[in-house]
Structures are given as C-alpha cells and as structure tokens.
Nanobody, 112 residues
Framework: QVQLVESGGGLVQAGGSLRLSCAAS????????MGWYRQAPGKQRELVAT???????HYGEFVEGRFTISRDNAQQTVWLQMNSLKPEDTAVYFC??????WGRGTQVTVSA
C-alpha cells in the first residue's frame, strides 16, 4: 500500500520540543527527497524542511536553526526534531515525498 504515516505531534509549551516521525512505504522513500511542510489555520502550506536521498538538507527561513530533519534509509523513516518551539509554530505538519504524495498530517500546538 502506498502511504506516508506521520506521528509525534501534540501539545507543548513554548520553548519545548517535539519529534515528528514519518514512516514511508518503500516506493515513496527510496531515492526520494523527503520533507515536512506545515499549514496553520488561514495560511498557505509552507516548507519546513527537506532532505535528499544522500542527506542534503534545506530549511524554511523561519526555522533559524531550531529544527533538524533526518532520515534512516533502512527504516524508510524521516524525522523532524523541533526545539525551542514558539506559539507561531502551531500548525498541522505534513510529511511529503518527491513522488508527490502527502501524509494526512499531525497537529502540533504550542502554548504560550
């Protein structure tokens, strides 16, 4: 079955941390760029981070060194470690693959 399954969202206080996981089926992961996007209420979906098959990374400007994307090719999993979270990071976070498939999303809520 072709799918991306996110986990790890939740409620955290400002300054806290969360780690998101995305497990992918093989054909969506191998040799693919993987990424995380987010969408806050009333706003457009925006790039958070991407990671290429060889580990090269790219981050949205708002990340400012707070988040780290990583992947394990053997486990077909990509993670997003988010530190120093701010209330403005509140959004639904979506896993994405360059095969143009999206996960269903996981809610991240950061309280002030």
């Amino acid at each position: 079955q072709v799918q991306l399954v996110e986990s790890g969202g939740g409620l955290v206080q400002a300054g806290g941390s969360l780690r998101l996981s995305c497990a992918a089926s093989e054909n969506l992961f191998n040799a693919r760029t993987m990424g995380w996007y987010r969408q806050a209420p009333g706003k457009q979906r925006e790039l958070v981070a991407t990671i290429g098959p060889g580990g090269g990374t790219h981050y949205g400007e708002f990340v400012e060194g707070r988040f780290t994307i990583s992947r394990d090719n053997a486990q077909q999993t990509v993670w997003l470690q988010m530190n120093s979270l701010k209330p403005e990071d509140t959004a639904v976070y979506f896993c994405w693959t360059s095969a143009s498939v999206w996960g269903r999303g996981t809610q991240v809520t950061v309280s002030a």
